[in-house]
């Protein structure tokens, strides 16, 4: 008999054994208690084939800020990858993998910038004109403020947003 969640939705792989550990993580993560990570690890030491377990994990590790989290959603994805079984886990699947070649995409921006070859601050500094005024060209890069004569807003450094003018 397939193990089904509370919304009746059948989880592939699943047993009763692996489902109350994973039914844990979930309410751990929903109520920001215990540790979900431990107890989705239980579910997948139970049941090494249920699919909603490593994408639960992976959904959990792709969402982390440190760079070693996107390895270990990688290997939950490629772990899950073969297992769905339904359309529901199909999708899960493949937006984890999504999710994932987001954050490949946004590392190596990241990197870019890091080394000066960010092509929108390359742009920015061809499109925007250059201070045209003594008292703009004294004024601290990050201070930059709305002319009257220009007809577009002056970017200023991406921390502080795009200043208003002042009406």
């Known amino acids: 008999m397939a193990v089904k969640d509370a919304f009746g939705l059948t989880l592939s792989g699943a047993t009763e054994a692996g489902f109350t550990p994973y039914s844990q993580a ?4 929903q109520c920001f208690i215990g540790d979900p990570v431990a107890s989705i690890d239980r579910a997948i030491a139970t049941d090494p084939g249920f699919v909603m377990a490593h994408v639960f994990k992976g959904y959990l590790f792709g969402l982390a800020t440190e ?3 996107t390895a270990v ?3 939950c994805h490629e772990t899950a990858l073969p297992l769905a079984a339904t359309a529901r886990e199909q999708a ?5 993998g999504h999710l994932l070649g987001h954050e490949a995409r946004h590392q190596r921006r990241a990197a870019a910038r890091r080394e000066g070859h960010d092509e929108a601050d390359r742009l920015r500094r061809v499109v925007l004109p250059e201070r045209n005024t003594r008292e703009q060209r004294e004024q601290p890069e990050n201070d930059r403020k709305w ?3 220009q007809n577009w807003y002056l970017l200023s450094p991406p921390s502080t947003g795009i200043t208003a003018p002042v009406m």
Do not use: P
């Open 73 to 75: 959603a990688k290997a």
């Open 67 to 69: 760079r070693e989290a």
């Open 26 to 29: 979930v309410r751990e993560l």
């Open 147 to 149: 002319s009257s004569h």
């Open 92 to 96: 899960h699947v493949a937006a984890l």
